[in-house]
């Protein structure tokens, strides 16, 4: 499983530019495009099974495709990425619901989520890379 993931890094390195800057994925498929939105997209599982189904889509998105297609790859771990790290300021603001700022800030946190959700399905569908800000890149 090393070398898979060593494999992934290395495919997502090449679709950067010298200066670190995404490359196009003008190449990307129509195919690639929509499972990669669909990545973005499956986040929304997490409104059925709030226990954590919106990293758990992301995560068999990933899981299957990371071999078959670079740029689904790179976008699927980001979204897995930035619904991980949705989840843990989810668990923070369960806990700061005793201090009193805990509602607002899932308010805020809620209307992030689906802001940013929506963002990287769009950007995903027109082939470009998306990088959600404020996200732990816990996977990797």
């Known amino acids: 499983m090393g070398g898979q993931l060593r ?4 495919r997502r390195e090449e679709n950067m530019s010298d200066s ?3 490359a196009s994925y003008g190449a990307a498929s129509k195919d690639e495009r929509n499972l990669a939105m669909f990545a973005h997209l499956s ?3 997490g409104l059925i099974f709030p226990a954590g189904g919106n990293v758990i889509a992301p995560l068999i998105v990933w ?3 990371r ?3 670079a740029f689904v790859a790179d976008q699927s771990l980001e979204a897995l990425n930035f619904n991980l790290s949705v989840f843990l300021a989810g668990i923070a603001c369960a ?5 009193g700022i805990g509602i607002p800030l899932s308010i805020v946190l809620f209307i992030g989520w689906i802001i ?3 963002l990287g399905a769009v950007k995903a569908s027109e082939g ?3 990088r959600h800000r404020f996200t732990l890149r816990l996977v990797q």
């Open 67 to 69: 071999e078959k297609s």
């Open 116 to 118: 940013g959700t929506v």
């Open 43 to 45: 986040a929304f599982a």
């Open 63 to 65: 899981l299957t495709q």
């Open 128 to 130: 470009q890379r998306y």
């Open 7 to 10: 494999a992934t890094r290395a």
């Open 20 to 22: 670190g800057d995404p």
């Open 95 to 99: 806990i700061l619901f005793w201090v």
